[in-house]
C-alpha cells in the first residue's frame, strides 16, 4: 500500500482510533482481510460473516505484524473503529487512489476479464511493474482489496470490475478512476438478475460513461452491444476485434489440434503472428483486448506479440490443460459457468475430438439465470450432440437433469446424470483410458474445480 498514517487512514475512513498509541505510525503493507495473509506492516480488516466473524482475529493479525485493524467495533487492539468495514476499504482504497500516479486500467464484461487480465499483465509485466486483480477479486471487498496493494512506484493498476446490478461498476469505478476501460461482451451471466443481455450492457457501460476525455475505451467491434458503446463515453474509443473495423484485430485465424489459436495480430502497419498457449479460440477476444489495452498505455506492438505469444493463463480453472502419465487429458475450466461460456469450451472439446480422441464433457449446473434456465440448459444439452462430444456427464439438480434428457433426445448415446461431484469421480476414476479427454465445467458453487483437481492428479 502506498503508505499512509493511521491518523490519515483514520480521517480517510471517517474512523475514530482505539487503543492506538502513536496515531503517525505508517500502514506500509497491504490491507488483508484474512488473518493468515496478514503481512508485517499492514491493516487487518475485519469483516463480519455468517461463520467467521474478522474481528475474532484480530489478536491474531496484530500478532502477524498488523499495524491495526478497521473494525467496527472494539477489538481489544489498536483498531480505526468505523460503522461500516466494507465501505470504510472502498474509502480507503479511494485516498490511496488518489496518491497514486500511475496508469490505471479497469476490464468489464460477461465473460473474459480475468483470462484478459491475465493475458495483458505478462504484456506490461515486460514494460514496467503492474499490480492486478487476485483471482477474480472483482465485487465490493476484492475490488478495494487490489486498489490497496499498489505501491507509489507501481507503473500499472489493472483492476477487474463486475456488476450484479445497476450502478455497480460506477460505484467501483468511482474508488479508482480509471484511465482506460475495456467492455469485453455481454453474454447471458447474471441474466436473471438483469433480465436481458440489454439490461447487461447498460450495467457494463458505466465503465466508459465513467471515462472522461482524456481515457481510452477499449470496445469489442464483433459485438453489437458492445460496440455501441462508443456512443455513451467522452473518451477516445479503441475497437478491437476480427472485423476490418477493428483498430486492433486479428486475421487467419486457425485452431491447432490441441484448440489454441494461431493468428495474425495487427494494428495499423503492423503485423506478428501469434500462437496463444491457453484452449479454446474464445480466448482470442481476449488476447485482442490485452492488446489494445496494453497499445493504451503506450507499449510496443513488438513487446505485445511477443507477450501474448505462448501466454498462457495465471489463474486456475480456466481452461487448465493437464496431461496426465497415462496420457488422459484433463481440462480444468471449473470456476465459472455461463452459455457463452459453456459453449465455447464445448467447441475446444470438439476440435479436439477431431483427431480422433474419445472426448468426455463433465458439466454443472449455470447459476443465475433466472427464467430463461430452462431453456438455456436444454440448448446447451443439444449442442453437446451436435458436437458428437462422446460422453456427457451432467451434475447438480433439475437443470443439470433438463441438460442430460435434451442432449439424449438429440442423439447423443452416452449421457449419464448424478446428483453430486463426488459421483463424478467414482464414474470416471475407473474408467479412463489413454488419449481420453476429460472436460470438466460448471459453475465454482458446485465445487467442480475440486473434481478437476482430482482427475488432474489421478487421485
Known amino acids: 500500500m502506498i503508505p499512509m498514517t493511521l491518523a490519515e487512514i483514520a480521517h480517510a475512513v471517517s474512523g475514530r482510533l482505539d487503543k492506538v498509541t502513536d496515531d503517525q505510525v505508517t500502514v506500509t503493507a497491504p490491507t488483508a482481510f484474512d488473518s493468515r495473509q496478514v503481512e508485517d506492516g499492514g491493516l487487518f480488516a475485519a469483516l463480519g460473516g455468517n461463520r467467521v466473524d474478522g474481528h475474532d482475529y484480530a489478536n491474531e493479525a496484530i500478532e502477524k505484524g498488523a499495524v491495526a485493524v478497521l473494525a467496527s467495533r472494539p477489538t ?25 500516479t500511475g496508469r490505471v486500467l479497469a476490464i468489464t464484461g460477461s465473460a473474459g476479464k480475468t483470462s484478459t487480465k ?16 487476485q483471482r477474480s477479486f472483482n465485487n465490493e471487498i476484492g475490488f478495494p482489496h487490489t486498489v490497496l496493494r499498489v505501491q507509489a512506484d507501481t507503473d500499472f493498476l489493472v483492476l477487474e470490475m463486475g456488476a450484479r446490478g445497476l450502478g455497480h461498476i460506477s460505484h467501483l469505478a468511482a474508488i479508482a478512476r480509471p484511465q482506460i ?65 477493428a483498430d486492433v484485430r486479428a486475421t487467419d485465424i486457425t485452431l491447432d489440434a490441441s484448440a489454441r489459436a494461431q ?16 484452449v479454446g479460440e474464445h480466448h482470442l477476444t481476449n488476447a485482442l483486448a490485452a492488446a489494445a489495452l ?11 506479440a511477443e507477450g501474448l505469444d505462448g501466454a ?39 476440435t479436439i475430438a477431431a483427431t480422433s480422441r474419445p472426448t468426455i464433457a463433465v458439466l454443472g449446473e449455470m447459476r443465475e439465470l433466472g427464467d430463461t434456465a430452462p431453456a438455456l440448459h436444454a440448448t446447451i444439452g443439444r449442442r453437446v450432440a451436435d458436437l458428437g462430444i462422446g460422453t456427457l456427464i451432467t451434475v447438480g439438480g433439475h437443470h443439470a437433469e433438463l441438460m442430460a ?44 474445480f475440486e473434481t478437476a483437481a482430482a482427475l488432474a492428479t489421478g487421485h
Open 405 to 448: 434428457t435434451a442432449a439424449r433426445d438429440a442423439g447423443s448415446a452416452q449421457v449419464t446424470h448424478v446428483e453430486t461431484k463426488d459421483q463424478v469421480l467414482d464414474l470416471l476414476t475407473e474408467g479412463l483410458r489413454g488419449r481420453d479427454v476429460v472436460l470438466i465445467k460448471g459453475a465454482n458453487s458446485a465445487g467442480l
Open 181 to 245: 476501460g475495456a467492455v469485453l461482451g455481454i453474454g447471458s451471466a447474471h441474466i436473471g438478475e438483469f433480465g436481458s443481455r440489454e439490461a447487461i450492457a447498460v450495467a457494463k457501460r458505466e465503465l466508459v460513461e465513467a471515462l472522461d476525455a482524456t481515457g481510452i475505451a477499449v470496445l469489442n467491434t464483433d459485438d453489437p452491444l458492445v460496440a455501441a458503446m462508443a456512443e455513451h463515453t467522452r473518451a477516445k474509443v479503441l475497437r478491437f476485434g476480427t472485423g476490418a473495423d
Open 263 to 278: 493468428f495474425t495480430l495487427r494494428h495499423g502497419d503492423n503485423a506478428a503472428p501469434v500462437i496463444l498457449g491457453v
Open 312 to 350: 498462457g493463463l495465471v489463474s486456475g480453472s480456466r481452461m487448465e490443460v493437464t496431461e496426465r502419465p497415462d496420457g488422459v487429458t484433463v481440462i480444468n475450466d471449473a470456476f465459472n459457468a455461463s452459455p457463452e461460456s459453456v459453449e465455447a469450451a464445448l467447441r475446444s472439446l470438439a
Open 294 to 304: 496494453a497499445l493504451s498505455v503506450g507499449v510496443e506492438f513488438v513487446t505485445i
Open 76 to 100: 481489544g487492539t489498536p483498531a480505526i473503529i468505523v460503522d461500516d468495514v466494507v465501505t470504510a476499504m472502498s474509502d480507503l482504497a479511494h485516498a490511496v487512489s488518489t496518491r497514486y
Open 118 to 133: 491475465d493475458l495483458l499483465t505478462q504484456i506490461l509485466a515486460r514494460h514496467g511493474s503492474v499490480v492486478a486483480t
